[in-house]
């Protein structure tokens, strides 16, 4: 396994399509996060899931954006009707449990890094 | 807000010298975990410290933590024109795992 995944690694787009993000997590990792990072930034939480289960969604997350994580294995972030302001750099990270210690690193993916021109 | 915030937002040394980053956060952690960026790139995973341990060791890394102030420092020794990059603090609150980043401090090493 080589690490967290992320395609398509850039993707330009203009204004009002949708644009669809894929991450596959280092395998086993039960729990998988999305991030966003604009430039000069840390990078903001967005989602969490807990296997398949969607566990946690931030406020900055509008109804335009929507993740997925049908089998417990990789994930999908789609924006719909994209805004200029979502020009940003997405990010996606796993991590597991060991042994029921929820206290591990994570592993972070290279990132899509969005423009909506 | 409940992120981290480090400080200072900019450092600059020359190669062989130590660089300090610190760390403040504002309610209570499961634990604390130190990152790395380099221009453009996915974080770099460093350190994981507990909220019930007060220093960690790995390499030339050294990370503290004091719940009692709320804070956290980084310390790279001997530090080479190779760990330039931006370093970010991130808390975790829950058990969730879900980690708070603050903005980050952009170190440069000069050769």
């Known amino acids: 396994d080589t690490g967290v995944s992320q395609n398509p690694r850039h993707k330009i787009t203009k204004r009002g399509q949708n644009v669809t993000f894929r991450c596959d997590p280092i395998?086993?990792?039960?729990?998988l996060y999305w991030y966003r990072q604009t430039l000069g930034q840390g990078p903001e939480f967005l989602t969490y899931?807990?296997?398949?289960?969607?566990?946690?969604k931030s406020r900055l997350l509008s109804d335009r954006f929507s993740a997925e994580r049908p089998k417990g294995s990789f994930s999908t972030l789609e924006i719909q009707r994209t805004e200029q302001g979502d020009s940003a750099m997405y990010l996606c990270?796993?991590?597991?449990?060991?042994?029921?210690?929820?206290?591990?690193?994570?592993?972070f993916g290279q990132g899509t890094r969005l423009t909506v021109v | 807000s409940q992120q981290g915030e480090e400080d200072p937002q900019a450092l600059s040394i020359q190669e062989g010298e130590n660089a300090t980053m610190n760390c403040s956060y504002k309610?209570?952690?499961?634990?604390l975990q130190w990152y790395r960026q380099n221009s453009g790139r996915g974080l770099v995973h460093l350190i994981l410290?507990?909220?019930?341990?007060r220093e960690k060791h790995s390499g030339r890394l050294r990370v503290t933590l004091d719940t009692s102030k709320k804070s956290s420092s980084l310390l790279i020794t001997a530090s080479r024109a190779a760990d330039t990059a931006s370093y970010f603090c991130?808390?975790?609150?829950?058990?969730?795992?879900?980690?708070?980043f603050g903005d980050g401090t952009t170190l440069t090493v000069k050769p």
């Open positions: 395998s086993e990792h039960n729990r």
């Open positions: 309610t209570s952690i499961n634990n």
């Open positions: 991130a808390t975790v609150f829950t058990n969730a795992g879900k980690s708070t």
């Open positions: 899931f807990q296997n398949e289960a969607q566990l946690e």
């Open positions: 410290i507990r909220s019930n341990e």
């Open positions: 990270a796993s991590s597991p449990t060991r042994g029921g210690d929820m206290n591990t690193e994570a592993f």
